[in-house]
């Protein structure tokens, strides 16, 4: 089954750090971009981060520039997302995904595949 499989997801207070891992299942990620998605309860999907095959190219979101940051391990068929300085209106469940699309600027969801279940971040006091 071909997937990915998030996690690192947690509570935090605001001012905190998580660290999300999204680790592909069933498929190599060595040729693909892969981004990162957030979606708050009542709002639409939206982008916060991807990265190119090689890891040298990485966009991201206006609200999340500055605090979090993206990279890859592809020995380990592994993104990561480092996330600091969190705030309340981080809070949203975080899904990973795949393109083919190269990473030059902040792919919009529809162009990706192979969604994973996400994972929770929660940040509140």
Same mark, same amino acid.
């Given at each position: 089954?071909l997937h990915f499989v998030e996690s690192g ?50 966009n991201y979101a206006d609200s999340v520039k ?7 391990? $592809?020995?380990? $068929? ?48």
């Amino acid at each position: 089954q071909l997937h990915f499989v998030e996690s690192g997801g947690g509570s935090v207070q605001p001012g905190g750090s998580l660290r999300l891992s999204c680790a592909a299942s069933g498929f190599t990620l060595d040729y693909l971009t892969v981004g990162w998605f957030r979606q708050a309860p009542g709002k639409e999907r939206e982008g916060v981060s991807c990265i190119s095959r090689s890891g040298g190219r990485t966009n991201y979101a206006d609200s999340v520039k500055g605090r979090f940051t993206i990279s890859r391990d $592809n020995a380990k $068929n592994t993104v990561y997302l480092q996330m600091n300085s969190l705030k309340p209106e981080d809070t949203a469940v975080y899904y990973c995904a795949r393109t083919p699309i190269d990473c030059s600027y902040l792919v919009p969801a529809y162009d990706y595949a192979r969604w994973g279940q996400g994972t929770q971040v929660t940040v509140s006091s």
